[in-house]
């Protein structure tokens, strides 16, 4: 006999003794509330299109972790349904389906095709905004943008930051400043609870290249074609397969990487608000938030007795325009580059900031707004369209 399953609109908070088929639509990665509670969330899919929110608290994620897989469809019987609290509510009335031990999970069809990760080149992501299939990508990360808060309509606002990629596939869209062409790289938004669960692994890419994926992403019209990240996104660091190593192999050998080009600019936006000074590992050079002139455990390199010298590991980063009679170009400038710029050491700068005598950046930040600047740039400088 065939079982009745119930549609997931009619469940609520009292509703009893039910049976529904759902496929797992998003999973998330494991977060932590603020109040130290641990939470997994779930977006359930019936065979009538209605979607309905849940979620696993504490150790039910890991005791739940392989009896519910992204993309997996299954028999759910008597699991908790609550209400959504309103602030967190998409939708009036919403409800949500809390897995916990009354909880019965029988699958019933799980595609072992379907589980990630697949990785696909940049070029064949589909530019559709409107295409609900995710998509797993690879790409040589230029560079990370900062925190940029979006406002919503209704209140609130989003906080999002933009991973420029590039791969062998995606080297043809070019755009122009003054008389040069470049390639341009590749955006990939990332939103809210990922951006803020990974905001030190994001900090620590700003000065290098790495092989990166990004799963579970989805088409989102922001400032042009974007993906986006979605509630079961995961960024993985370091991936494996042959894939990602035929990715860094072409990265290590291709000279895209190495190419210059001199501009004769102006800077007009120089402030002080746009130098950031931050302290990196001895061994590898990444963002740590180790007090100045400690040892301290690197948590990107795993070196043991890292130091945090600011004589030798305070790094300066400096976002500005560059503009010429063709458009403008927004540039970030690193270590070298900052104190040629600045005329000052990054141990002056340091101690400038540390003492709080922000007149002699504001003076500094003026005669550079004031004159031409010759710079040689590299193809992580060129990330946005001309204006």
């Not at 290249?209 to 989805?218: D, E, K, N, Q």
């Not at 190593?245 to 210059?260: C, D, F, I, K, P």
């Not at 050079?285 to 007795?305: E, L, S």
């Not at 403008?328 to 141990?347: Q, W």
Request: with cysteine; glycine share 4%; charged share 25%.
């Amino acid at each position: 006999m065939k079982p009745e399953y119930k549609p997931l609109k009619e469940l609520n908070d009292k509703t009893q003794k039910y049976k529904t088929k759902d496929k797992v639509i998003h999973k998330s990665t494991p977060q932590q509330s603020p109040n130290k509670t641990r939470y997994q969330r779930l977006l359930l899919k019936d065979d009538e299109g209605f979607t309905m929110k849940g979620a696993l608290f504490d150790t039910d994620i890991e005791k739940y972790a392989e009896a519910l897989e992204q993309n997996g469809e299954y028999e759910l019987s008597n699991a908790t349904i609550t209400a959504v609290p309103p602030q967190y509510a998409s939708k009036p009335n919403e409800y949500s389906m809390i897995i916990n031990a009354r909880t019965e999970i029988n699958p019933l069809s799980i595609d072992p095709t379907v589980l990630g990760p697949h990785y696909q080149s940049i070029a064949t992501v589909p530019r559709d905004p409107f295409n609900t299939e995710l998509v797993d990508i690879l790409g040589v990360l230029l560079y990370v943008s900062g925190t940029k808060p979006i406002p919503r309509p209704h209140g609130g606002e989003d906080l999002v930051r933009e991973m420029f990629l590039i791969d062998h596939s995606y080297l043809h869209l070019t755009f122009t400043f003054s008389y040069l062409s470049y390639d341009r790289p590749f955006t990939v938004s990332l939103w809210n609870e990922l951006l803020r669960t990974q905001t030190e692994l994001l900090d620590s890419w700003e000065e290098s290249y790495h092989v990166v994926g990004i799963l579970a992403l989805t088409g989102r019209s922001y400032k042009g074609f974007t993906l986006s990240t979605t509630m079961s996104s995961v960024v993985v660091p370091n991936p494996e397969g042959v894939n990602a190593n035929a990715l860094r192999a072409w990265s290590a050998s291709n000279t895209w990487q190495e190419e210059r080009f001199n501009l004769k600019v102006t800077l007009p936006t120089a402030s002080v608000e746009n130098l950031r000074l931050y302290l990196g590992c001895s061994k590898c050079g990444r963002r740590t938030n180790a007090t100045v002139n400690t040892t301290f455990k690197c948590p990107f390199c795993n070196v043991q007795d890292a130091q945090s010298l600011p004589s030798t590991f305070y790094r300066p980063i400096f976002k500005v325009d560059a503009v010429d009679d063709s458009g403008s170009m927004a540039l970030t400038l690193f270590a070298r580059e900052v104190e040629f710029l600045m005329g000052l050491s990054s141990i002056e700068m340091w101690k400038l900031k540390e003492n709080g005598n922000e007149d002699v950046f504001a003076e500094k930040m003026h005669e550079l707004r004031q004159k031409n600047v010759a710079l040689q740039i590299g193809p992580t400088l060129a990330l946005t369209t001309s204006k």
